[in-house]
């Protein structure tokens, strides 16, 4: 399990905000692009698509809008290196990539909310896909339904007690990653009682000979637009990712690791919020979030050393660093990252906190 630069239609996770309600406050990310509506339901609703097309990937890449706090290398090994299993053990929390006997994917990290999620694949005894459990707070279970003859996937999602069905142009088992400009994948979600409540459009670009991009497209029943738009370098790294919640950008040593990142930094927490200012109306929109730079530092086995984080305007007190000490196995993967955070106080990099984070390997066996 290592990062792979062909493998393109796994990336491409949008986190839509659901319709209304008090769960999609709380679900949805905080620079959500929705206002809250007043239907029923209040999910943020995910594309099916991006967790078909997981299964069809042996490794789950880094990309520019995951968390600072997973390891941009928490799900790959060194060069060379397979694996059955790796779980990443933080602190409240455990993630894991697991491959199945029929090569597919079993379980596997996903974007959602803002936050990596456990997924979980679910197959029959003659190998065919069931369907899947997302662990989102209330876990959505995704049930597949016989769709006849017709080149449809059809779907029922359950809950917290609420029922929902999407239909998918595409066909099980295996997804084929398309190369021609122009490829689309339309996918439409109903309430339980089939009314629609929003399409999911993917469309595909570029030649086989330049960088590829992805686009995302939602339309649903409130008056926005959700796009979001991806692209690759020659290699198949994400270099850029443009959503109305920022635009995140990497860019890649030779080995694919990611070098310079720059990403929107994290609005606060509802909790450390003033109440003056939650309750408070502002009718003018929200100013764009401002942007952190981090370069990464790689040493020569390919294990991360050092971030150093700038914020928009550098000062004399401002700016962190990260410095990454890890406890290796017998070949050579790491199975503990040590963070020791470094902030700036009058000129100098003072000791803040350590942070510890586990991994549990296991390896394939040797035939």
């Keep these: 399990m290592r990062f792979s630069a062909a493998i393109l239609p796994v990336v491409?996770?949008?986190?839509?905000?659901?319709?209304?309600?008090e769960e999609s406050r709380e679900l949805a990310p905080a620079s959500s692009p929705f206002p809250e509506g007043e239907g029923e339901g209040g999910d943020a609703f995910f594309p099916i698509h991006t967790l078909l097309w997981a299964l069809d990937s042996p490794e789950i890449p880094w990309r520019p809008d995951w968390p600072a706090a997973?390891?941009?290398?928490?799900?790959?090994?060194?060069?060379?290196?397979?694996?059955?299993?790796?779980?990443?053990?933080?602190?409240s929390r455990e993630l894991r990539l697991r491959t199945g006997k029929n090569g597919c994917l079993e379980e596997f990290p996903v974007l959602y909310g803002g936050d990596l999620v456990q997924a979980r694949a679910h197959f029959r005894e003659d190998g065919g896909l069931r369907g899947f459990t997302l662990e989102a707070g209330d876990p959505w279970n995704v049930e597949f339904?016989?769709?006849?003859?017709?080149?449809?996937?059809?779907?029922?999602?359950?809950?917290?007690?609420?029922?929902?069905?999407?239909?998918l142009q595409c066909e099980i088992p295996r997804l084929a990653v398309p190369?021609?400009?122009?490829?689309?994948?339309?996918?439409?979600?109903?309430?339980?009682?089939?009314?629609?409540?929003?399409?999911?459009?993917?469309?595909?670009?570029?030649?086989?000979?330049?960088?590829?991009?992805?686009?995302?497209?939602?339309?649903?029943?409130?008056?926005?637009?959700?796009?979001e738009q991806y692209h690759f370098d020659s290699f198949g790294n994400i270099r850029g990712i443009?959503?109305?919640?920022?635009?995140?950008?990497?860019?890649?040593?030779?080995?694919?690791?990611?070098?310079?990142?720059?990403?929107?930094?994290?609005?606060p927490s509802?909790?450390?919020?003033?109440?003056?200012?939650?309750?408070?109306?502002?009718?003018?929109?929200?100013?764009?979030?401002?942007?952190?730079?981090?370069t990464l530092q790689w040493d020569e086995r390919g294990l991360l050393v050092r971030i150093t984080r700038f914020p928009p305007s550098p000062e004399e007190d401002q700016g962190e660093e990260s410095r990454y000490e890890y406890t290796l196995d017998e070949r050579g993967n790491w199975i503990e990252r040590r963070e020791r955070r470094m902030i700036r106080?009058?000129?100098?990099?003072?000791p803040?906190?350590?942070?510890?984070?586990?991994?549990?390997?296991?390896?394939?066996p040797e035939d």
């Design 242 to 267: 443009e959503t109305p919640r920022g635009s995140f950008s990497a860019l890649y040593n030779r080995t694919g690791r990611p070098r310079y990142w720059e990403r929107p930094i994290p609005p």
């Design 12 to 21: 491409l996770l949008l986190v839509i905000p659901g319709l209304s309600g």
């Design 270 to 294: 509802p909790d450390e919020t003033a109440e003056d200012e939650r309750d408070t109306p502002d009718p003018d929109p929200p100013p764009p979030p401002p942007y952190q730079t981090l």
């Design 70 to 91: 997973i390891p941009p290398d928490g799900f790959t090994l060194r060069q060379g290196e397979a694996a059955g299993a790796i779980t990443l053990i933080l602190d």
């Design 179 to 227: 190369k021609t400009a122009g490829a689309a994948f339309p996918e439409t979600w109903y309430d339980g009682e089939g009314k629609v409540l929003g399409v999911f459009n993917f469309r595909f670009g570029a030649g086989e000979d330049g960088p590829r991009f992805i686009t995302g497209r939602f339309e649903g029943a409130v008056p926005e637009v959700y796009d």
């Design 145 to 167: 339904l016989p769709a006849g003859e017709a080149p449809l996937l059809r779907a029922r999602l359950s809950r917290a007690g609420a029922v929902y069905f999407a239909v």
């Design 352 to 364: 803040d906190r350590l942070t510890r984070i586990r991994r549990i390997i296991e390896y394939l």
């Design 345 to 350: 106080q009058s000129g100098l990099l003072v």
